[in-house]
C-alpha cells in the first residue's frame, strides 16, 4: 500500500480541489523576559501557537471556469468552514488574508489557486461567578448597621436606681462569661471585655445610647491579637465567637406579664444587652470567614537555574543546613532553608495556610446554629432579614470554598517512609509530598514516621 493511497481528497466546504504543495507552521507561544545584568533570559510558555496552513491548489478540466466559481463563492462565505487537507484531513479553519488566483495562457483548461488557513478555535467567554467573599463582607457590614439602629433605642431613662444597678449587675455576668470564654482562646478580646466591665456603668447608664455601647462591643471583638492570618488561630476565633452565642449566660429571659412593671422592664433592658453581644460576636465570626485563605494547590514545582538559591518553607523543621554551612533560622512551626537544585524544585508551604475540607464544614455548621438559634429569637424585622442574608452568604461562600478542598481521610504508613515515596504511592504523584509534610507538621520529610497522618482523601 502506497503512502498516497493514505492521502484525502482535499475539499473546502465541499468543493473539490487539487493540492500540488502544502506548507504549515506549528509551535508554542513563548515570552522571552531578559533582565538588566542578568546573562540568561527566562522564556515564559504562553501555551500552544495557531495552526496555520497554505494549500497551493489547483483546478483542471474543461469546466475549470465553473469548478473555480463554486469555489471563490465557498471561499467568500462568512464564518468558519471545513477543510479536508490530503495530508491532515478534516478541520475546521477560517480563510486567512486573500486567496490568490491565477491563470497561465501556456496552462490551458486549469487555473491555481493560493490559500492560507488559520484553525478556527473556539470563543470562550468569560464565566460569570459570585465574589462570595466580597458578598459576605457587604452583608456584615449591612448587618453591623442594623443592629446599631436596632439597639439605638436601648436605654434606662426613667428607671430607678435599683432597676438600673440590676441590669448592670446582669450585664458584668454577661461579660464574665466573654471573658472566661476567650481567656485561650485571644487574650485581646478576653482584656477588651475586663474593660468594659469596668465601664458598663457609663456605657448603659443614662444619658447613654444602645449605640455607644454597640459600638464598643464591636470593638471588643475586633481586639482578637492572634488573628495574623494563621488559619487554626482564625478557626477558633470563629467557634468562640459562636460558641458564646448559644452559651444559657447569654440566653434571653422572658417577660411574662404576671411581673411586676419594674420586673420587665429590666429583663428587657436585660435582654437587650445580652442580644447586642450575640448579635455582635455573630457579626464578628462571619466577618472572620472572609479572612479565610482560599484553597490553593500546595505545592510549587519549577525548573530552577543550578547557580540560583531557591527559598524553601517546610513546616516544624529547624536548623538545616545550607550547601554553606549557614543554618536556617527556626521560627514558630516554619523555617525557611535555601538549598540549590539543577532540576525541577517543589516547595511546600507553610502548614498555617492549610485548611481542610473538616474545618470548614465545622464553620459552616457552627455559624448556622447561632445564626438560626439567633433567628428565633429576635423580634426586630430588620435583624432577621440581615441574619437571613449574612446565613445564606456564609454558606455560600463556605460552599465555594468546599468546592475547592478535598475531603480528608486518615493514612498510616507501614514504615517510616520518605513523604516524595508516600506521595507517588498514594497519589501516583511526587508532587504531593510537601502536602503531606505541611498537613501533618513532619519535622522531616525524608523520614515520615508510622503514625495516622491527615491527608486528602484523593
Known amino acids: 500500500m502506497s503512502w498516497k493511497d493514505n492521502l484525502q481528497d482535499a475539499s473546502l466546504r465541499g468543493i473539490a480541489f487539487k493540492v500540488d504543495g502544502d506548507e504549515a507552521t506549528f509551535g508554542r507561544r513563548v515570552q522571552v523576559h531578559e533582565y538588566p545584568n542578568r546573562d540568561k533570559p527566562w522564556a515564559e510558555d504562553l501555551g500552544r501557537a495557531t495552526r496555520r496552513f497554505s494549500v497551493q491548489a489547483y483546478l483542471i478540466g474543461d469546466d475549470f471556469f465553473e469548478q473555480r466559481n463554486r469555489l471563490i463563492e465557498a471561499i467568500e462565505k462568512p464564518g468558519s468552514c471545513t477543510l479536508v487537507h490530503p495530508y491532515y484531513g478534516e478541520m475546521t479553519v477560517v480563510v486567512d488574508d486573500a486567496v490568490r488566483v491565477s491563470h497561465l495562457q501556456s496552462e490551458g483548461r486549469m487555473c491555481r489557486v493560493s490559500f492560507s488557513f488559520v484553525e478556527c478555535g473556539e470563543l470562550s467567554f468569560p464565566t460569570a461567578g459570585l465574589a462570595t467573599g466580597q458578598k459576605l463582607s457587604s452583608s456584615v457590614s449591612f448587618l453591623d448597621d ?41 487574650s485581646g478580646i478576653s482584656a477588651a471585655s475586663r474593660l468594659i466591665q469596668g465601664d458598663l456603668s457609663v456605657l448603659l447608664s443614662p444619658p447613654s445610647s444602645g449605640m455607644s455601647f454597640v459600638n464598643r462591643l464591636q470593638t471588643m471583638w475586633r481586639a482578637g491579637t492572634r488573628l495574623t492570618g494563621n488559619t487554626s488561630d482564625l478557626m477558633s476565633m470563629i467557634k468562640g465567637l459562636t460558641g458564646v452565642t448559644v452559651d444559657s449566660g447569654l440566653a434571653p429571659r422572658g417577660v411574662w406579664k404576671t411581673d411586676s412593671k419594674t420586673a420587665q422592664a429590666q429583663t428587657t433592658q436585660r435582654n437587650y444587652v445580652a442580644q447586642a453581644v450575640r448579635i455582635t460576636a455573630i457579626s464578628e465570626a462571619a466577618a472572620t470567614v472572609t479572612s479565610l485563605p482560599q484553597p490553593a494547590n500546595r505545592t510549587v514545582t519549577r525548573q530552577q537555574d543550578p547557580q540560583q538559591p531557591v527559598a ?47 474545618d470548614l464544614a465545622q464553620v459552616r455548621d457552627s455559624l448556622n446554629e447561632a445564626i438560626d438559634l439567633e433567628m428565633e429569637r429576635v423580634s426586630d424585622d430588620g435583624l432577621y432579614q440581615a441574619l437571613v442574608t449574612v446565613r445564606t452568604d456564609v454558606n455560600r461562600d463556605i460552599s465555594a470554598r468546599l468546592e475547592q478542598v478535598e475531603r480528608m481521610t ?32 513532619i519535622r522531616h520529610p525524608g523520614f515520615v514516621p508510622v503514625q495516622s497522618l491527615r491527608v486528602p482523601v484523593r
Open 146 to 186: 442594623v443592629i446599631s439602629s436596632a439597639f439605638g433605642a436601648f436605654g434606662m431613662d426613667g428607671l430607678p436606681d435599683f432597676l438600673q444597678d440590676g441590669v448592670l449587675d446582669e450585664a458584668t455576668g454577661m461579660f464574665s462569661t466573654v471573658t472566661s470564654a476567650f481567656q485561650y482562646v485571644d
Open 312 to 358: 524553601v518553607s517546610h513546616p516544624a523543621v529547624s536548623n538545616i543546613r545550607t550547601d554553606s554551612g549557614s543554618a536556617a533560622s527556626d521560627t514558630d512551626t516554619t523555617a525557611t532553608a535555601t538549598v540549590s537544585a539543577s532540576s525541577g524544585v517543589t516547595t511546600s508551604l507553610d502548614n498555617s495556610t492549610v485548611i481542610s475540607w473538616d
Open 410 to 441: 486518615e493514612r498510616t504508613p507501614s514504615q517510616v517512609t520518605p513523604a516524595l515515596v508516600l506521595a507517588a504511592d498514594w497519589y501516583d504523584s511526587a508532587s504531593r509530598a510537601g502536602d503531606i509534610t505541611a498537613r501533618n507538621g
